[in-house]
DNA sequence: TTCACCAACATAGTTAACCTAGTTGGCTTG
DNA sequence: CAAGCCAACTAGGTTAACTATGTTGGTGAA
């Protein structure tokens, strides 16, 4: 399921639940399926799966809790102070992912046009 | 170093790290020492250690340059910290700006070097 | 029935190892 | 001397394994 970009695979999977739980899918209150259950589902390893809830731990869109569970956060829990934070997070995952295709873009676009032309750019 | 509180050492060694940096002790543009030095400074594994920065990364403290190290960022390049959310609407229409743009030109890019000499790198 | 124990499963933290890739500097070779 | 190669060091990503701890449900004994 973790598609091969630039982008690693524990952002990738952090992208995906966070897009779910913005978009109504995962509601507020429900569990996420736990990291096994991730781990087969996304295709990859333990590690990966909880580096990502790690990282939608870090903003506070889901709240682990030992022994049950990780639960999508309540939106009244979750007041607009500490949904700025998250959503700059989005958005700087969001540029990240625009740098690296930008460069590959960029790279590719000096490769053809140097065999044709001679022009380099750095 | 790491003490035996209820914090976990990562988050342990990113508060010392953050300390460092809003205390000025790690001034903007200066390097962090090496994931190396800091597991041995701090007494944890590298991995600890990885995450830790990894935190901070997260955060947009700093910036990891792969080869080089990783580095302060200044404080004019991140004025993020607690601003509006104005600010993040517009940044927000700003990056779904750049993403369909960039979508179009890789679009482009793959006909066009498909069509003449097939050339993929990936 | 109720209590105690236990097995299974969950998150969480930590460690070690391996791989990729970029940077740098020194050394060798032409 | 200059170019190129190579070793060492860097961040970054991934995996596997282990430990700790909390929850839950079942089982068996009192």
Excluded: C, W
Aim: proline share 4%; no cysteine; net charge negative.
């Amino acid at each position: 399921m973790v598609k091969n970009t630039g982008r690693p695979g524990y952002l990738q999977i952090a992208d995906d639940l966070r897009a779910q739980i913005n978009g109504g899918s995962l509601a507020p209150g429900t569990p996420l399926p736990s990291t096994a259950q991730l781990a087969d589902q996304y295709d990859a390893s333990l590690s990966v799966v909880k580096m990502a809830v790690g990282i939608l731990r870090n903003e506070g869109l889901v709240i682990g809790q030992q022994g049950k569970g990780v639960f999508v956060r309540d939106a009244d829990d979750s007041p607009a102070a500490g949904d700025t934070a998250g959503e700059v997070a989005e958005l700087r995952a969001a540029v990240q992912d625009l740098s690296v295709r930008l460069a590959k873009v960029e790279e590719q676009l000096a490769t053809s046009t140097t065999r044709r032309s001679g022009h380099s750019s750095q």
